[in-house]
């Protein structure tokens, strides 16, 4: 993730006008990535507590 979250920041920094208009999209959709995966994560650390 941090890879990737790096490399979209260089391309703004590029100015590159593809990444500099999608940037908010692309960061708000790392962010609710991330969050699905914690989510993903606690459910199954439940389920393999249950058993």
């Excluded at 593809?18 to 650390?45: C, G, P, R, W, Y």
Aim: aromatic share 6%.
């Amino acid at each position: 993730e941090e890879k990737y979250r790096l490399e979209h920041f260089k391309r703004v920094s590029g100015e590159v006008s593809e990444s500099v208009a999608t940037h908010q999209l692309h960061v708000e959709l790392m962010d609710v990535l991330k969050q699905i995966n914690t989510f993903i994560e606690l459910i199954a650390s439940t389920l393999l507590d249950l058993e």
